[in-house]
């Protein structure tokens, strides 16, 4: 009976976690493996432990990388200052609208991804609205255009991860006690010494995960280069779509898989060396 | 003066507050707009004119129909099995203390912090390695399973977090074996993080892109056909059913938040005050 009782949290695990262990981690094995690989797809490939399909895979797709980034930390960076005002707003002026305002805020996921990407093609092309004021108040130039640019597909981006840089800010600007920020108005403090010392502060955790909830699928996104960019703006996740997808070059796109998972880790680790390991996996309050 | 100022600043924050909602609702209302247009080319870009053509018929562009097929059947399976199996590896890492137990949690938590491509990739490796299952209906399923699972975990794991074990305790005395514990007790007290993780899961799938685009051979689920689409026209029939799983998950959402506090008012009458109930028990 002792023995059942022991062995029963590892048969509750046991499902769950084989069809993880089995269709998430063994495929990165297979990956790895496939990184290591020469030949073509009408040869076939031969394990050849051929480790410069990492050196030549990060020389040659560089660009990309590094635009994947740029673009990713600049719609994180956009999606912050749009997002923690809202945020702040909500949790502290929204009252009884709170939930509606909640609601408001996670509508965007109720369209199809692909749906809402298309349909700022729509709002920024050519002969829409947006396109026409910019021209009319002189900020674009006659022939300038917003679609098929950076413009667009950090828009893009940014649009479509801004729920997940919102909710986080909101539950933990939530959390926070009024009575901290009225102690600090006690103590003659400004708003914006409130704000900067106490507030901002205590939203710490928010600020971290959302960050890190924007970053990650914006970094290996690929649907916003290709429907509302050119090849131009294409990103690492393009490039690892058409190598794996169209050129069938397995090695060289499971080389740039491996190579931003790698980048992504280490500024998972960064950041959870700031904001600690419990509020990154949520199981503060578990018991110890 | 600076209560006026105060004011002001008040009001300007209002006002962002609400742009960010409206660049939130922008596109949305773009697409419910749109889907009443009779656009003059394949691209429905620009507003011609009023017209209930592609309402009247929401199925008729050739293919639609059989991708959102798919797409229901595979998120409706999907759900289940992740529902069940996250539901259970929740139950383990929350009730139990058992070696491993911290890492367990950290290895649930990197798929979430992998992107999608990545993940589509590595199942494809492996697939394309096995050479079986046929990439399909099968393949798909798997993926979405996997890739939904550690978001059930976290959501019920969530939800019990803040369980009442004395409440199980009081059913075993009272000589509840444990499967009626489980059964009657413990169930119906978790079944909101169930649910919400269940939501949260058909949701994820039937919304999934970039993982279903490298497992999906030859079948197309409606994410796969809109992507296809968008290269050779997009109809408007496109934005209706956009629109109308867009209404039907705005319902569904209004009816389990209804539910939900239902639940809530009948649970607070629970005579037990929080306050009263004694320290959880230690397993």
Known sequence: MRLRKASLPYLLLLPGLGWLLLFFLLPLIYMALESLKT??????????WEFSNYTNALSDYSEQFVRSFEYAGLATLIAFLIGYPLAYVIAFRGGKWRNAMLLLVIVPFFVTYLIRTLSWETILSDSGIVVSTLKSLGILSEDGRLLDTTVSVVAGITYNFLPFMILPLYASLERIDPRLLEAGYDLYGRRRDVFFRVTLPLSMPGVVAGGLLTFIPAAGDFINAQLLGTPKQFMIGNVIQSRYLVVADYPTAAALSFLLMAFMLIIVVIWARIAGTEALLGTEGERA | MTAIRRRGFDWLLNAYAGLALFYLLLPIAVIIVFSFNKPASRFNFIWEQFSLDAWK??????????????????????????????????????????????????????????????????????????????????????????????????????????????????????????????????????????????????????DDFVITNFNSGSTITFPLF??????????????????????????????????????????SVRPDEPELALEPARA
């Open chain 1, 39 to 48: 030949g073509t797809i009408d040869t076939g490939f031969r394990l050849t």
């Open chain 2, 57 to 206: 018929h929401p199925f008729a562009v050739p293919g639609v129909q059989d991708a959102l097929e798919n797409s229901l059947e595979i998120a409706a399976v999907s759900t289940v099995i992740a529902t069940a199996l996250g539901t259970l590896t929740a139950l383990a890492l929350v009730r139990y203390e058992f070696k491993g137990r911290s890492p367990v949690n950290f290895f649930i938590f990197i798929p979430l912090a992998t992107p999608e491509v990545v993940l589509g990739a590595a199942l494809l490796s492996q697939f394309l390695n096995w050479g079986s299952p046929k990439l399909g209906f099968a393949t798909i399923l798997i993926a979405h399973v996997m890739f939904n699972l550690s978001f059930v975990i976290i959501t019920v794991r969530s939800r019990l977090i803040g369980f009442d074990r004395s409440l199980e305790e009081a059913a075993q005395d009272l000589g509840a074996t444990p499967w009626q514990t489980f059964r009657l007790v413990t169930l119906p007290l978790i079944m909101p993080g169930v649910v919400s993780g269940a939501l949260l899961a058909f949701a994820l799938s039937i």
């Open chain 2, 226 to 267: 809109i992507w296809g689409a968008a290269r050779v026209a997009i109809q408007p029939q496109i934005y209706v059913i956009a629109t109308m799983i867009f209404l039907v998950t705005v319902a569904a959402m209004i009816a389990t938040v209804w539910q939900q506090r239902r639940a809530e008012r009948m649970a």
